[in-house]
């Protein structure tokens, strides 16, 4: 017999036996979704179904000793903080195309070749074309099993009766509940069928890994309470017309989320990046007006990326800005900055700036680079080869100072940049690296630097 639902206003939490387009109460648009009656407090105790649990105090809470599992690749263990949790509910996101499947089809092999137990539930795809995939990336493992089912009841049975270390679920939009009636991938089933899948985990102790589609915004499609419900989330990031891919943790309730892995997809697979710097910099060469280096820092590790600057005359009234991987409003400040101290007459010329290779810049450090990178376009005159540029600017035009310093010197030298332009406050004689750096306060006097290396004239 079917189980009834109900309809719930995601506003007011107003119900309704069926469907209405229009809340009745708080008149809100498309906020009915469908759901499960929930039982009453009252009628759980009645029944007894659960004992009534008491308090406990939190020095008498025992400890247990932290049991993480190595996926075999380095890049996707420093996202998870050491490797897998038993019994934790990981969600992997990522635009269509982008090697979720493929990244987690390896995971499957490696886990399997350690003698443990793993099944795939290839809700998208037929178990031949899994096969086929698996054949292309030579991941073939006995102890992989497919499933190929949408029925989330149906795959708790499975998972109950194997007892697998890991379970992956490609993807949660295409499995249902079948007591719910509404269609997969909605935010009724997408909520239930996750919920149901938390507590399986917990219970058997299984580790279970979601594919997740985005929207077209870069967010997870489905509820937002899936993002809230998860042990961790990760995105999968990346141009599909470039080779490297980004994985990075934007929550993790077993490690840190400052981290990232960074693949370069190949015709095999993905491999993890041995020396990522160079994937950012293997078109730079030679020196051209408006690139700069900055070495940023991604989590804990230094990456030197590229910046280039584009000024040209406006053909219109109003000057059109764009920038790609790094804030707009970020850009935006730093060409006011250049007109106000520096004297640019920036507003009859178009700016474009654009981190190299798709990456995406959020930290503060890449300030100095965007603004060397527009004036050096803006006099067509290249800074020098080995020159690198680390600093935060401020409103008032000077050069705050930046983390990690002695991680981005080491990175440059290493690479062959003998001299970075770093903030005045960082200059510490107790560094000694490859790279040697030289302190500026102001940006007028950081475009001073850069002309005595032989760039901007």
Request: with cysteine.
């Amino acid at each position: 017999m079917k189980q009834k639902t109900i309809y719930c206003c995601q506003e007011c939490g107003s119900q309704s036996p069926r469907w209405v387009g229009r809340c009745p109460s708080c008149e809100a648009w498309n906020s009915m979704v469908e759901e499960m009656p929930v039982k009453s407090a009252g009628a759980v105790l009645r029944g007894k179904t659960e004992p009534v649990r008491q308090p406990v105090l939190l020095t008498e809470v025992l400890l247990y000793a932290e049991n993480r599992i190595p996926t075999g690749i380095k890049e996707m263990d420093r996202v998870l903080g050491g490797g897998i949790v038993p019994g934790s509910l990981i969600l992997l996101g990522g635009e269509p195309g982008i090697g979720k499947s493929t990244l987690l089809l390896q995971v499957a092999f490696l886990i399997g070749k350690d003698n443990r137990e793993v099944i795939y539930v290839c809700g998208e795809e037929s178990m031949q074309q899994v096969r086929l995939r698996a054949e292309r990336l030579n991941s073939i493992s006995e102890n992989v099993l497919l499933l190929a089912e949408n029925n989330v009841d149906r795959v708790e049975l499975q998972i109950k009766e194997r007892k697998p270390f890991l379970v992956i679920i490609d993807s949660v939009q295409t499995i249902y509940k079948e007591s719910l009636s509404s269609s997969p991938g909605s935010v009724g089933q997408v909520r239930e069928c996750a919920s149901q899948l938390m507590r399986l985990a917990k219970m058997m102790d299984t580790a279970i890994f979601l594919v997740g589609h985005v929207t077209k915004d870069g967010a997870i499609a489905g509820p937002k309470v899936l993002e809230h419900m998860v042990d961790a989330v990760l995105y999968f990031e990346g141009e599909r017309h470039q080779s490297f891919r980004l994985l990075r943790g934007v929550k993790n309730r077993f490690g840190s989320t400052n981290e990232i892995g960074i693949f370069n997809m190949a015709g095999n697979g993905l491999i993890e990046a041995t020396n990522p710097s160079s994937l950012f910099m293997q078109h730079w060469q030679v020196p051209v007006p408006g690139s700069v280096i900055v070495p940023t820092i991604e989590g804990t590790r230094p990456l030197l990326v590229e910046i280039q600057a584009l000024v040209c005359p406006t053909g219109f009234g109003l000057p059109r800005r764009m920038a790609t991987g790094v804030d707009y409003n970020r850009v935006a400040l730093i060409i006011a900055v250049l007109e106000r101290r520096l004297g640019y007459q920036l507003s009859k010329y178009d700016i474009y700036v654009n981190a190299v290779g798709g990456v995406k810049i959020e930290e503060p450090a890449v300030d100095l680079s965007i603004a060397l990178a527009i004036a050096s376009s803006f006099h067509d005159r290249p800074l020098g080869l080995g020159l690198a540029v680390a600093g935060e600017i401020g409103l008032t035009g000077e050069v705050r100072p930046v983390a990690s310093i002695e991680k981005r010197l080491s990175e440059a030298g290493e690479l062959g940049f003998k001299k970075t332009i770093v903030p005045e406050a960082n200059i510490n004689p107790a560094i000694d690296c490859k790279s040697k750096a030289v302190g500026v306060k102001t940006v007028t006097e950081a475009v001073q630097v850069a002309l005595q290396s032989g760039g901007i004239v």
